[in-house]
């Protein structure tokens, strides 16, 4: 197998100086210490929390062919096996330059105020089934996770999918510059990140951006189920995108879902898309993983994809952990079901999840929202809880356990509402939740567990499958 890269071509994307390290493999690109393979480039960024260059020495004796430092540790420092470089993060987005110089994988790239990992991995199953694909891992998204997820795209790759995230204006512009999709997606614009916008015509504006690095003659696939659709149109235009499609449910849609119905097992579509109708069969449930999967469609087939083995693909496509994972726990005559909605939340994603748990029955036993705050909503946070009020009513739970500061104020709303049944309870983080967990959940029961990733709800699904595996 080729390596990833050699350290003589390191030091040629980077500008590096070796120190004590001869030519040699490069097996694999880590930022992590803690997740290091024998033979990988350790690339020591300063975050916020951590600086990489505390274990530079621990990622050597574990066996790091070479670490990349900056040149203020080398100073200080010394020591060998390493490349010297100014700034290392900076050295780290050349090499990913480098990477993207040399593929020629076709390449799709997806952000979205909601939607973003789900809608990857679709489109890293349809590739996968076309041939040697790379793809984004979890959620590295940001200023260090797209260029290390485009460092370590293999040269043998014939398809990649790269997810860019944000949460200020200016910030998927670099980025899409260094991934330079032939495919573009934003699966939708809705309320996220507004602790940074002033609208939510300024977070549609900040998510066109992406159109900014299409390669010549690539496509843009947009979501138009929401009310910016018009912007984004706009500024594709504006980036002479050459192709647009739209796909949803809309009625104007380019690629339309014009029947949507849920199965035992997860959902019949009908897709219409010029002048025909054929039928796509998913093993996830919710009209938002629905359009989710046809976009992968989309992206599949814009790639040259055959029809038939992008929908057969699909067909096998299920919800990532943490992004509407359903799991059935304990005994097969009575489990606890478990739907896994704990990495992320905005007020899109939040009714999307509520309307998919409003189709959900319990095996045998009650319906139980676990709800946490949805974060940086800045100083319409208060009133955009409040206005999940009704959603969170109709999804039919008997049992509402909200987590968070910001959900102090839903709480309130819900408490004595008109035609809700449900006991609300209010937790001022998820550690109070913890210590009630017991007494709140039974085999039988269905439970959704939702909110932003800072909320720490993940600890909750955890102590789920510990006590109902």
Known sequence: MTPLWSVAEVLAATGGRPVGLGDGAITAISIDSRELPKGALFIAIKGDTHDGHDFVAKAIEDGAAAALVSEEYFARVGGAWLIVVPDPLEALNRLAEAARARSRARIAAVTGSAGKTTTKEAIRVVFEALGETHASIR?????????????????????????????????????????????????????????????????????????????????????????????LLSRARAAGVSRVVTYGFEESADWR???????????????????GRFALALKVKGRHMAANALCALIVGRSLGGEPGAVSAALADFGAPEGRGLTQRLGPGTRPLLLVDESYNANTASMRAALELFHGVKAPDGNKVLILGDMLELGPQSESLHVALADSVAAAGAGAIH?????????????????????????????????????????YGDAVMVKGSNGIRLGQIVKLIRERFR
């Not at 910001?406 to 008109?418: E, P, S, V």
Request: no cysteine.
């Open 402 to 442: 909200l987590v968070g500061p910001h959900m102090a104020a839903l709480a309130a709303a819900l408490t004595g509402k008109k035609g809700l049944k449900a006991r609300v309870t209010h937790y001022g983080d998820a550690a109070q939740l913890a210590e009630t967990l017991s007494s709140a959940l039974a």
């Open 257 to 275: 879902i014009d029947r949507y119905a849920e199965t035992l097992e997860g959902a019949d579509l009908q897709i219409a898309h010029e002048g």
């Open 139 to 231: 959620s590295f998204n940001n200023h260090w996770g797209v260029p290390l997820m485009l460092a370590r795209l293999p040269r043998e790759a014939r398809y990649a999918v790269f997810e860019i995230g944000m949460n200020h204006a200016g910030e998927i512009t670099p980025l899409v510059k260094l991934v330079r999709p032939h495919v573009a997606v934003i699966t939708t614009v809705a309320a996220a990140h507004l602790e940074f916008f002033n609208s939510i015509s300024e977070i549609a504006e900040a998510k066109a951006e992406i159109f900014r690095g299409i390669e010549p003659g690539g496509v843009a696939v947009l979501n138009a189920d929401h009310a910016y659709l018009h912007i």
